[in-house]
């Protein structure tokens, strides 16, 4: 019974990830977020595929499989190609706190022994982005991108030395690289923001 129940709440979960995400957007384009968020699980599920190539490749069936195997890292490059205004960025983390209780639910994403059993990885990410989220309600317009690509990075960099191996093996990229890369992406974009010249006034006639 309670697999049959923890089969059936995930997929809930990543609805309600989805529905979120989508009610939490106040952007004048919500087609063109929709869509952001199908490329970026589509992205998430073939950087997951990307990273453990050898094994998927003896396994070409998990590649099929739309149901499992997703890197998150991966997933802001939808909403950052087809929707990269601060609305897209506001409406993520909480849908991605969301969608990590689907993982709780599911017991994946283990994480490594700890004095009371096993760290709870999934929900160390989800306490963080619910972080970013209130973070996000108070940042300005202009840095919105600056301060996600920042925080997502250093959620999984706090994150990654509870995580254990995945079950396909270590990837052929640290998991923390590319989290290292978004962060100080988003590092870039928040002192490029603060570097640039505030406008002029044009006096009135």
Known sequence: MAAVVSALLQPALL??????AVFLYRGQKPLHFVGSLAAGATAAHLGWAGLHWQA???????????????????????PLLFAPGAA????????????RLGCVAAGCCHGTPAPWGMHPTPLYEAALFVALHLALRS??????????LTGFGLVRLFVGPWRATP?????????????????????????????APAPREVPRP
């Not at 609805?15 to 979120?20: D, I, K, L, P, S």
């Not at 396994?59 to 997933?75: E, I, M, N, T």
């Not at 940042?139 to 996600?148: I, K, L, M, S, V």
């Not at 590319?178 to 928040?190: E, S, V």
């Open 15 to 20: 609805c309600g990830a989805f529905w979120t």
């Open 139 to 148: 940042t300005a317009d202009a840095r919105a991108a600056g301060t996600f």
């Open 167 to 195: 079950p396909l093996g270590e990837p052929r990229l640290s998991p923390e690289a590319i989290a290292a890369f978004c962060a100080c992406c988003g590092l870039l974009l928040l002192l490029r923001g603060r570097a």
């Open 56 to 78: 998927v490749s003896a396994h070409p069936q998990a590649l099929l499989d739309p149901s499992s195997g997703f890197c998150v890292l991966f997933f802001p490059l939808g």
């Open 88 to 99: 897209s960025w506001r409406a993520l983390p909480l849908a991605l706190a969301v969608a």
